[in-house]
Nanobody, 124 residues
Framework: QVQLVESGGGLVQAGGSLRLSCAAS????????MGWFRQAPGKEREFVAV???????YSADSVKGRFTISRDSAKNTVYLQMNSLKPEDSAVYYC??????????????????WGQGTQVTVSS
């Protein structure tokens, strides 16, 4: 079992930036990928970005060029730098940990773990 604790959410104007952080409660291993999903009101949870232990990343088309995912494996922490934010980026952002695969954009692979979520609101 692992606990994930997110931080860094908040309210920002369109065009602004936020940086989300997520710390895992245990040491992460080479098999562990870490990433982010988000869920807006009335919508399904959607994939944002994922990063493997070795730093391989992929992200949703909607955030490419604006969001950057990174990790500090020594600190068991993943980050999401969000630039050029748009009102449609408003959502609860969830940190996730699971096996690395090419299917993260469909769903979190098993065994997977979720954080509690942090709210991001972008005003127009």
């Amino acid at each position: 079992q692992v606990q994930l604790v997110e931080s860094g959410g908040g309210l920002v104007q369109a065009g602004g930036s936020l940086r989300l952080s997520c710390a895992a409660s245990r040491r992460t291993f080479r098999s562990d990928a870490m990433g982010w999903f988000r869920q807006a009101p009335g919508k399904e949870r959607e994939f944002v970005a994922v990063i493997s232990w070795m730093g391989r990343t992929y992200s949703a088309d909607s955030v490419k060029g604006r969001f950057t995912i990174s990790r500090d494996s020594a600190k068991n922490t993943v980050y999401l730098q969000m630039n050029s934010l748009k009102p449609e980026d408003s959502a609860v952002y969830y940190c996730a940990l699971g096996p690395y695969s090419s299917t993260w954009d469909a769903n979190l692979p098993s065994p997977g773990y979720w954080g509690q979520g942090t709210q991001v609101t972008v005003s127009s």
